[in-house]
C-alpha cells in the first residue's frame, strides 16, 4: 500500500520517526507533518497565508519526508493535492505523545488530520500512545499500528470510518490485547490562572487538571486496564435520533 504518515508533534517527533520506520518495512510511505508543535488545533485550516512546504532527511528512514508550516489538517490536504497526486491508499496519523481519549478526539489535531482523511474518502487510522512516569517507548505502538493497518486493510476499512488507537503506557510483553469500544468520559477543570497584569488586560495560562471518568466498556477504562483501544470514528455528529423532535420545535 502507498501510506500517507502525519501528526501534529511535528515533523521531528520520535512518534512519527517509530511509526513511518515501522510501515516502510512493507509499505511505500510518504512523512508530511507540520514544521512544529500543533498539539490540540484540532481541525484548523491555514486559510489567511500561504503554506512553505519543505522536503527534509529524517534520521534513519529511507522514505520522503516533507515539512509544512501549517497545520495537520493542512498536512493532508497539502500532501494529497501536491506531494503525492492523491495517490494514496491510507492515512496514518501519529505516533501521537499521549493519548487521545473521549473528549481528546474534539480537540486532537492528531485525530483530526485522520478526520481530515476521511473527507476525502480514505481509510485512516490515528494512533495515540500513553505517556505515563517517564514511559515514551513507542517501539509497540509502531508494531500494533502496522498490525490495525494489515487487518483494517484486509477487512475493506471504509474511507468514512477513522479508527482510533490508543496504546498503554507498557512494555509489548505486557500488553493484554485489543479491545475495541467506544470512546469514554474524559474533561478537564478549565483552570485560567492569571499569570500577568499588563496595560491592556490580564494575561492567563491554562492549568488545567484532566478529570476520566472509567466507565465500563469505554476507551478510559480498558486502557487503565492494560489494553490497546480501538474507536472506530465517523465525522457526521448529526443527531439522527433528535432530528424528528427538533423539527417539531420549529
Known amino acids: 500500500m502507498r501510506i500517507l504518515v502525519t501528526n501534529d508533534d511535528g515533523i521531528d517527533a520520535i512518534g512519527i520517526l517509530a511509526l513511518a520506520k515501522e510501515l516502510e518495512k512493507e509499505h511505500e510511505v510518504i512523512v508530511a507533518a507540520p514544521s512544529e508543535q500543533k498539539s490540540a488545533s484540532g481541525h484548523s485550516i491555514t486559510i489567511t497565508r500561504p503554506l512553505l512546504v519543505k522536503e527534509v532527511k529524517l534520521p534513519g528512514l529511507k522514505s520522503k519526508a516533507y515539512s509544512v508550516d501549517g497545520t495537520p489538517a493542512d498536512c493532508v490536504r497539502?500532501?494529497?493535492?501536491?506531494?503525492?497526486?492523491?495517490n494514496v491508499?491510507?492515512?496514518v496519523s501519529g505516533i501521537n505523545y499521549g493519548v487521545n481519549l473521549g473528549t481528546d478526539v474534539?480537540?486532537?489535531?492528531?485525530v483530526s488530520a485522520a478526520i481530515e482523511a476521511a473527507l476525502y474518502k480514505l481509510p485512516s487510522i490515528a494512533v495515540s500512545q500513553h505517556i505515563k512516569d517517564g514511559f515514551e517507548d513507542f517501539t509497540a505502538a509502531a508494531k500494533y499500528a502496522s498490525t490495525v493497518v494489515k487487518i483494517a486493510k484486509e477487512n475493506d476499512l471504509e474511507g468514512k470510518i477513522v479508527l482510533s488507537v490508543n496504546v498503554p503506557a507498557l512494555p509489548e510483553e505486557d500488553i493484554k490485547g485489543i479491545?475495541?469500544?467506544?470512546?469514554?468520559?474524559?474533561s478537564y477543570t478549565n483552570n485560567y490562572v492569571a499569570i500577568k497584569q499588563e496595560e491592556d488586560g490580564v494575561v492567563y495560562e491554562l492549568r488545567d487538571e484532566l478529570i476520566d471518568i472509567h466507565h465500563e466498556g469505554t476507551d478510559t477504562?480498558?486502557?487503565r486496564d492494560g489494553y490497546v483501544t480501538i474507536s472506530p470514528l465517523q465525522y457526521d455528529l448529526t443527531n439522527f435520533s433528535l432530528i424528528n423532535e427538533v423539527s417539531k420545535w420549529f
Do not use: P
Open 78 to 86: 497539502v500532501a494529497l493535492d501536491k506531494l503525492t497526486d492523491g
Open 179 to 186: 479491545k475495541v469500544c467506544k470512546v469514554g468520559a474524559r
Open 89 to 91: 491508499d491510507m492515512v
Open 221 to 223: 477504562f480498558y486502557l
Open 106 to 110: 474534539l480537540y486532537s489535531g492528531t
